[in-house]
């Protein structure tokens, strides 16, 4: 999935190319050509500059600039400036056509437009965040790495300018070129000189995927399984917030929550033996006990999910009630009467589809391309050939992280689905029946007891999907892959962590001082009268 640092790296990996590239391959109208790319290249530099392209929270002054960007925005129109007047010197362009050198920086302007697309891709319409990691543009931190790589992009594109000065035959255009190439070196460097503490975990950041599941199926290559997955977890991360806030167009209900709690019991059960299949094969060292230990957490994982999948079993969702407990057969009379009906069906959430969809892919990479959730599991495929697919134990466990980092978000906007769908909850179990209750009736409202168990399971199970997830990382971590995705989840975790109210922390209180006792009299203790005597 592409990310924020890729683009950028493209970006600046087209310049150098096109700057490489000898403007004589360009043709009559080449330099003309590739002055005017690089002036598309400065004024996408120059949109995605300020907090107004990416807070949640619009400022009071939303031309504000950071004192990084002040530099830079002065750079980019001085620069600009001297491209247009360069490009008076040169012959009008009649084909348009610069050769390979205008191609790749047409690719780097699209890059850094596209930027601009993968943050806003985490906003709304109305600029509400859709997953938790828009808070985390916010920071004068994520302003400075935004400068820093920016200016990297133009001081590329001052070194596609230095090789037009150096081609180009009209004595001004020289001179215009070497000047744009000097603002766009100065203004770089000074930029970030300025912004000394970038986050350079945004490198990272990824494009927010709609909640729109994407089947999987027998087609589908092995070699995929692994990207794909980590698209799914994108899209699970958004369903999740969107559930902790109410905000999507499907609200989860309690028969979502069941069926997610089940397949995502399946999916931990199968990637721990995908890791325990993997570890097998692998020398005995630090890499076989870091996968053998994530395998173990995700089991505890999984028993966790399905505890919470049980806790449902006695337990309807009125709005929602596609699971409920076997009910007997209708009475004749009431058949006769008319007086049966059907209970209403509903689509599941797109989450559910998703965490199906997940199982059947770790599945896949284990079984192969035509297993599915229904069929009983059979032989593994060979581990080399599950490494493979995977790139490695090392990035396996990196792709696998994913799972558990979103399965904790999930567990996160559970309470709150508990709660909001609290009124239209009903129950049968023996525990809470009520002591009056009219004959016949063999469901009522769930009692506040029930509702809190409820809470308390998902509770479990954000506890066992965090160890996961750092046995995980610590597998990862032995086979000397980094994952500085991790990073940005911590943040985007600490965030969530900080916003919830339903589980309030407990006050330390400090242990009591002991105070010194003033001297008390006798009489006093015992109750008698001073200066009183018998």
């Not at 830079?72 to 129109?77: A, I, P, Q, S, T």
């Not at 930027?115 to 808070?135: C, N």
């Not at 594109?157 to 035959?169: D, F, H, K, N, S």
Request: proline share 9%; hydrophobic share 40%.
């Amino acid at each position: 999935m592409t990310t924020l640092g890729e683009l950028f790296d493209v970006a600046v990996a087209r310049l150098q190319e096109a700057a490489a590239i000898p403007a004589a391959t360009a043709g009559p109208d080449g330099h003309a050509v590739l002055a005017e790319g690089i002036e598309q290249v400065l004024v996408q530099i120059r949109k995605g500059l300020g907090p107004r392209a990416y807070t949640p929270v619009p400022t009071a002054d939303e031309r504000r600039l950071t004192a990084g960007e002040r530099r830079l925005e002065v750079g980019l129109d001085q620069a600009r400036a001297w491209l247009t007047t360069a490009r008076t010197y040169l012959p009008a362009p009649s084909t348009g056509d610069a050769g390979p050198a205008a191609e790749r920086i047409a690719i780097a302007a699209r890059a850094v437009s596209a930027v601009r697309d993968t943050i806003s891709s985490h906003l709304g319409p109305d600029r509400v965040p859709l997953t938790p990691y828009a808070y985390l543009l916010r920071h004068q931190a994520a302003f400075d790495y935004l400068t820093h790589r920016y200016s990297e992009v133009a001081w590329s594109a001052g070194q596609v300018l230095q090789r037009l000065a150096e081609q180009a035959e009209h004595p001004g255009a020289i001179e215009a070129f070497e000047a744009a190439r000097n603002s766009l070196n100065q203004t770089s460097v000074h930029a970030r000189t300025v912004g000394r503490d970038p986050e350079h975990s945004l490198a990272s950041f990824p494009l927010a995927l709609a909640v729109d599941p994407v089947q999987a199926t027998a087609s589908d290559p092995t070699s995929a399984v692994t990207a794909r997955l980590e698209q799914d977890s994108e899209r699970l991360c958004r369903a999740a917030y969107e559930a902790l806030h109410d905000r999507g167009e499907h609200r989860l209900g309690g028969s979502d929550l069941k069926q997610l709690s089940r397949w995502t019991a399946r999916t931990r059960i199968l990637t721990g033996r995908v890791l325990r299949h993997v570890a097998a094969e692998t020398p005995d060292g630090p890499l076989r006990a870091g996968l053998t230990d994530a395998a173990g957490a995700l089991r505890a994982s999984a028993l966790s999910w399905d505890s919470a999948a049980e806790a449902w079993l006695s337990v309807v969702d009125i709005g929602d009630p596609r699971e409920h407990p076997r009910l007997p057969p209708p009475d004749y009379g009431l058949v006769r009467k008319g007086l049966v009906t059907r209970l209403p069906s509903t689509d599941p959430h797109p989450a559910v589809v998703i965490s199906r969809t997940a199982c059947l892919r770790v599945g896949q990479l284990l079984f192969g391309p035509g297993w599915t959730p229904e069929q009983a599991p059979g032989a593994p495929r060979p581990a080399a050939d599950v490494l493979a697919d995977a790139g490695g134990a090392g990035p396996l466990a990196a792709s696998l992280y994913r799972l558990p980092a979103v399965g904790w978000q999930m567990a996160v906007a559970a309470p709150w689905t508990v709660r909001r769908a609290g009124a239209g909850l009903v129950t049968n179990s023996a525990e809470y029946r009520p002591r009056q209750l009219e004959p016949g009736r063999r469901f009522y409202p769930v009692h506040l007891r029930q509702v809190e168990s409820l809470i308390d399971v998902y509770t479990v199970v954000m506890s066992a999907e965090q160890v996961s997830a750092g046995k995980l990382l610590d597998a990862a971590r032995r086979a000397g892959i980094p994952v500085p995705r991790a990073v940005l989840d911590a943040s985007a975790h600490q965030m969530i962590a900080r916003e919830q109210r339903w589980a309030p922390a407990k006050p330390v209180q400090p242990p009591p001082r002991p105070v010194p006792r003033a001297h008390v009299p006798t009489d006093l203790v015992l109750g008698r009268r001073p200066g009183l005597r018998r």
